[in-house]
């Protein structure tokens, strides 16, 4: 009991600081805010979504302490929440077979178990990437012109700092900026969300504590229903006010699960290729340093999401059956 607390603690106390760190405005506390979430999701996958919950709650009280009660509320939404619920669900699972009863040679054999999927992970990523999104724009007001005022304000004391000669052309670059701020920030979040993730799997898998088995990535796929989410939040996108900024940033998060998606079927679909690793290899690094090219894995998932090319190609590579007799 005295080990499991001071694992929660410790991982509490590097949680904390790394999202405390952001305080001294240094470039590398970017990269460590953007981590606070790994040592308590390393601790919720590792040893249990209990260590989690009670290393972020002493890590809330100690920000609340030092800071004030909004870090406090931040660090609970932003990154213990994300993190407990998350290690939660990977560790997840429900037999899909009755164990096999013990006899005097062998032993019991245990049920087969079905894992929490992947893509639900994915879809649970996109709701807190909404959530924390939404929640820092409502910090700087209640309606949409409040919200883009401050966006715009705070955008143009950033430039005056370092070039106090601003002119026309550049009042209209931050109204641009100001316009895609929310989606952009929306997909900062997925994206470092589903990293955390990903790393802390792999540091407990490298440590021998996952108690699970390594899913296949290549299968993930989002639940059907995300299909008609998009298309409901794309819709209220035209709308205008706090709603369509609502339905920018759910359109922005549930578009970046469906690149995620694509990503998998771009493994699948070039299973059969030689030069596999330099064309997947390429394709990450094109979209790494580009950007815009992610577009064409957002595009890649939805069409799997409704002609189910993985499932074909998959099919296809499969041995005829054997003739019957």
Known sequence: ??????????AGAASALMFASIVSGALISLVLFYLAPLPLMVAAIGWGPLCASVGGIAAAI???????????IAFAVTVAL????????????????????????????????EWYPVGRLLLWI???????????????????????????????RILRSTDPQTSGETGQFVDALVRIAPAAATIV???????????????????GRLRRPWPDLMTAELPPMTLVALCVALAFCFTGGLLAIVAQITTAALMMGYALTGFAVLHTLTLALKSRT???????AVVVVFGWPVIAMIILGL?????????????????PPLPTP
């Open 303 to 319: 069409a799997d999401a409704v002609f189910g090319f993985r499932e074909r190609f998959l099919r296809s590579r499969q041995p």
């Open 126 to 156: 996109a709701g807190f990437a909404t959530l924390t999104t939404i929640a820092a724009l409502l910090t700087l007001g209640t309606d949409a012109e409040t919200i883009t005022g401050m966006l715009k304000r705070g955008l143009m």
């Open 82 to 113: 994300p993190a407990w619920w998350l290690g939660h669900l990977v560790l997840l699972s429900r037999p899909v077979s009755a164990a096999a009863p013990a006899s005097a040679t062998e032993p019991p054999v245990e049920p087969e178990l």
């Open 278 to 284: 330099f064309w997947l290899g390429s394709t990450y």
């Open 62 to 72: 100690g920000l609340g302490a030092l800071f004030g009660l909004p870090y406090c």
């Open 1 to 10: 009991m005295m080990a499991f607390a001071l694992i929660a603690l410790i």
């Open 189 to 207: 979040a997925m994206m470092t969300l589903t990293l955390n993730l990903w790393l802390s799997a792999k540091v407990t898998a490298t440590s």
